[in-house]
C-alpha cells in the first residue's frame, strides 16, 4: 500500500470508518466540516463516537475493536497449507468496530481480481486483521486461516488460529458456485451469528 493510500482516505473509505453514506461524506466535505486526511477523518470519528451510545457486544470479549481496522482476505484454492498457494483474488476493508465475518465479508465485495473465480471443492481463506491505530505491539489483530471443504451440497469451513479450531455451521451452496461466492456466504452466515 502507497504512502498516501495510508494518510488519505478515499469518499468510500471515510464512509465506512465513520459508518455515514458517501453522500454523508460528500456533504461534509462540501461545507468543510470533514478532509479527507488521516487526521480529520479520525477526529470526526472521535466526534461521532462521543455522540454514540454504548451499544451491546462493546466489550473485551467481543470481536468488536476499538479504533480503525483494516481487514485483510485472500481466497486460495487447496487447503493452504503448501509451500505454494494459488491466490484466486483478494479484498481489504476498513472499519471502525466492525465485527470480524462482517468486515471479512465486505472486504470481498470488490476483489481484487474482478473475476470470474473457479469452482473448486477444497479452498483456504486467510483473513488478516491489523488495528491501524495504538501502540505497535497491538496492531496485528488477529491471523486466521479458513479451510474449506465443499460437498453434498453444504460448504463445511473451519477457523485456525494459532491458539485454536472453530467449526463454523454448514452453509449450503449451488452447484457452479465459486470459491468466492461460497467464501461470501460462509462470512455471511458467521456474521449473523455475531453480537451486532
Known sequence: ????????FTEAE???VLHISEADVLRLLAVGDLGLDHDSVL???EKLR???PPQPGDDEHSYLVEGLLQTNVAVCLGDGRGDTIS???EGTKLSLAEPRWSSARSALTKPDPRG???VAS?????????RLEGPAESQVRASLRISVQCRDSFAYASVHSTQHRI???PVPFAIGDDVVTIARAIFAAAAGAEVP
Open 1 to 8: 500500500m502507497s504512502a498516501m493510500a495510508m494518510t488519505d
Open 116 to 118: 470470474p473465480f473457479p
Open 122 to 130: 477444497v479452498f483456504s481463506v486467510f483473513v488478516h486483521e491489523v
Open 43 to 45: 477526529a470526526y470519528r
Open 87 to 89: 491466490i484466486v483474488c
Open 50 to 52: 462521543r455522540a454514540r
Open 167 to 169: 467449526d463454523l455451521p
Open 14 to 16: 471515510a464512509a465506512a
